[in-house]
């Protein structure tokens, strides 16, 4: 579980625990370590909740924007657990720095393209879409010689329009083509990948900056889809698609972690 020392990931990690699953939980932040930007979250934390959910967790750190720590990190499963069934990738570093309402350059959120510098779009693709790429990159050997698994992709839907920020939605537009090509390679071995697509999520980030009452769900709700999705032997008919938590609630039947099910989150096409 790539990401998950906070947010989406962490709730990811957590519903694969309910699921009985033994996770991984990696990301930059941990209790013997440097954190990202000095926040208080750390991957030791959320392998302690993948217990407490009853999984098994283990940590261990890793820089998800390196291709060799991230194979380091693939050997180190391989070697002590023999497989990797499921792979999700969460990272996403492209709102650091963002208090809310500016970014550290000092622009805020959706500021016209030709009003900003270029200067952080690498660092969108590069703590999203790359990131996604590295790690399926380095798991899907092990699962096309064993013809089955799964590579989920934490991103948004691009489908129904713009997302009201050229940067973060052309990252997020970009890890779901992704999620579109791992499928169509993939495909012919066995393994199935898709891109996961939560709603406006209660997470750390989001409660600091105060936008909790904007926020649809938690970040269990996605944990519960993408285990729903990890057991269900229909999964390969899937393959390509990028997946809405709240449509996948009622195709399987759970809730969220208040025992409602908040509907899909889409953004709608500007009005002409």
């Known amino acids: 579980m790539a990401g998950a020392s906070r947010g989406v ?40 909740e993948v217990d407490a959910a009853g999984g098994q967790g283990h940590h261990y750190l890793c820089d998800h924007t390196s291709e060799r720590g991230v194979d380091e990190l693939v050997r180190w499963v391989l070697r002590r657990f023999g497989r990797i069934d499921v792979a999700v990738s969460s990272v996403w570093g492209g709102n650091e720095g963002y208090d809310g309402e500016r970014y550290p350059d ?33 798991v899907a050997p092990a699962m096309v010689a064993n013809r089955a698994g799964l590579i989920a992709l934490v991103s948004f839907g691009t489908a129904e329009g713009y997302l009201g920020d050229v940067f973060y939605d052309s990252a997020k537009a970009a890890t779901n083509r992704l999620a579109l090509a791992f499928a169509e390679e993939l495909r012919p071995h066995g393994v199935t990948a898709l891109g996961l ?76």
């Open 197 to 272: 697509s939560p709603g406006f999520v209660a997470t750390e980030r989001v409660r600091d900056s105060g936008q909790t009452d904007r926020a649809t769900e938690s970040p269990l709700y996605a944990g519960r889809a993408l285990a729903a999705l990890a057991a269900d032997p229909a999964l390969g008919t899937l393959a390509g698609q990028v997946l809405h938590a709240g449509d996948l609630a009622r195709t399987y039947g759970f809730t969220d972690a208040d025992g409602t099910q908040p509907a899909p989150f889409r953004v709608l096409p500007a009005a002409p």
């Open 9 to 48: 990931g962490r709730g990811i990690a957590r519903g694969l625990g309910e699921a009985g699953a033994t996770v991984i939980v990696t990301a930059r932040s941990s209790e013997t370590g440097p954190r990202t930007e000095m926040r208080p979250e750390a991957i030791e934390d959320t392998a302690r």
């Open 106 to 138: 000092g622009t805020g959120w959706g500021t016209p393209f030709w009003r900003r510098s270029t200067e952080h779009f690498l660092g969108f693709l590069g703590s999203g879409p790359y990131a996604g790429l590295l790690l399926a990159r380095a």
